[in-house]
């Protein structure tokens, strides 16, 4: 069996072009394998960094909220301290009140009592002056009788007559001490009610309570999470190398020999008869 030149031609040519295509392959598969291995390590680098540039991110967030919490804590301090210093004014104002309204009902229950006491003296003072009266005028009476040396009954009667009168005014006095003595008991026991009700009327001012606002928290520093792991698949094998060159050899030889029987048919001639025999 031998070969025409055009078969070993189209041959050779199918052939060299299928090692070509298998060669072409090859690199091509290997510069993805090395393009996927650089992409690996570039994404690799780039997670890292963009980890690093979100937790500096995110800490420079919980630092200027836990700054704007900060100046929020100081201001409310600072609206509780006031409220506290308005506490304190109100408790002194109301315990000048208070102060003056009772130096004013001591004062008063002292004029008050001060006055009872005088009307209850002078009152005294008259029903003493009465009865010496009373007592200087039987004196008088039985001076009088005495000196003019008269006797009997009617002179007996007039001086009886005065020391009734004086007994029933000292009767009388001494009802009227008793009902003096209870009324300036009522007086001075309604005076006493009166200043505890002065005293007590008013009281101190009770300071309502605040507490403190709570203080923020310092931010905790952001935990910087690890780049996903990635898998780069196994580099390409040169046994698929040599076998894709391998079948481009064999492809091209299987154009040839195609080539061949083709051409084989072209030359050899036939019984049958074609048109216009």
Same mark, same amino acid.
């Given at each position: 069996?031998?070969?025409d030149?055009?078969?070993?031609?189209i041959g050779a040519?199918?052939?060299g072009?299928? &090692?070509f295509?298998a060669s072409?392959?090859?690199?091509?598969?290997?510069?993805?394998?090395e393009?996927?291995?650089?992409?690996q390590?570039a994404n690799?680098q780039f997670?890292?960094? %963009?980890?690093?540039?979100?937790?500096?991110?995110?800490?420079?967030?919980?630092?200027?909220?836990?700054?704007?919490?900060?100046v %929020?804590? $100081? %201001? $409310?301090? +600072?609206y509780?301290?006031?409220?506290?210093?308005?506490?304190?004014?109100?408790a002194?104002?109301? +315990?000048?009140?208070v102060a003056?309204?009772r130096?004013a009902?001591?004062?008063?229950y &002292?004029?008050?009592?001060?006055a &009872?006491?005088n009307?209850?003296?002078?009152?005294?003072m008259?029903?003493?002056?009465?009865?010496? !009266?009373?007592?200087? #005028?039987?004196?008088?009476? #039985?001076?009088s009788? %005495?000196?003019?040396?008269?006797?009997?009954?009617s002179?007996?009667?007039?001086?009886?007559?005065?020391?009734r009168?004086?007994?029933?005014f000292?009767?009388?006095?001494?009802?009227?001490?008793?009902?003096?003595? #209870?009324?300036y008991t #009522?007086e001075q026991?309604g005076q006493?009610?009166?200043?505890l009700?002065?005293w $007590?009327? !008013?009281?101190?001012?009770q300071?309502? @309570?605040y507490?403190?606002?709570l203080? @923020?928290?310092?931010p905790?520093p952001?935990?910087?999470?690890p @780049? *996903?792991?990635t898998?780069?698949?196994a580099?390409?094998s040169a046994?698929?190398? *040599?076998?894709n060159?391998?079948? *481009?050899?064999?492809?091209?030889?299987?154009?040839?020999l195609n080539?061949? !029987?083709?051409?084989?048919?072209? $030359?050899?001639?036939?019984?049958?008869?074609? @048109?216009?025999?």
């Open positions: 069996m031998v070969f030149p055009i078969s070993l031609g040519i199918s052939t072009m299928n &090692i295509g072409q392959q090859n690199a091509a598969q290997q510069q993805a394998y393009d996927q291995i650089k992409f390590k690799e997670a890292k960094w %963009q980890a690093k540039f979100n937790k500096k991110a995110t800490d420079s967030q919980n630092k200027f909220k836990y700054w704007g919490e900060v %929020q804590y $100081n %201001q $409310n301090k +600072a509780t301290n006031s409220l506290r210093n308005l506490e304190t004014l109100k002194f104002k109301q +315990a000048q009140v003056q309204t130096a009902a001591g004062s008063s &002292i004029q008050d009592s001060e &009872i006491s009307a209850y003296q002078e009152q005294s008259q029903e003493a002056v009465s009865l010496q !009266q009373y007592q200087w #005028r039987a004196l008088q009476t #039985r001076g009788v %005495q000196a003019m040396e008269r006797e009997g009954q002179v007996d009667r007039i001086i009886n007559d005065y020391a009168q004086m007994g029933d000292e009767s009388l006095q001494q009802i009227n001490q008793g009902i003096r003595t #209870r009324q #009522r026991a006493v009610a009166q200043y009700s002065r $007590n009327s !008013q009281t101190f001012y300071e309502q @309570p507490m403190d606002p203080p @923020p928290y310092a905790l952001t935990i910087m999470m @780049p *996903a792991p898998m780069t698949g580099p390409p046994a698929a190398g *040599a076998l060159i391998g079948t *481009a050899v064999l492809g091209g030889l299987q154009t040839g080539a061949w !029987q083709s051409m084989t048919k072209l $030359n050899t001639p036939t019984s049958q008869s074609g @048109p216009g025999t």
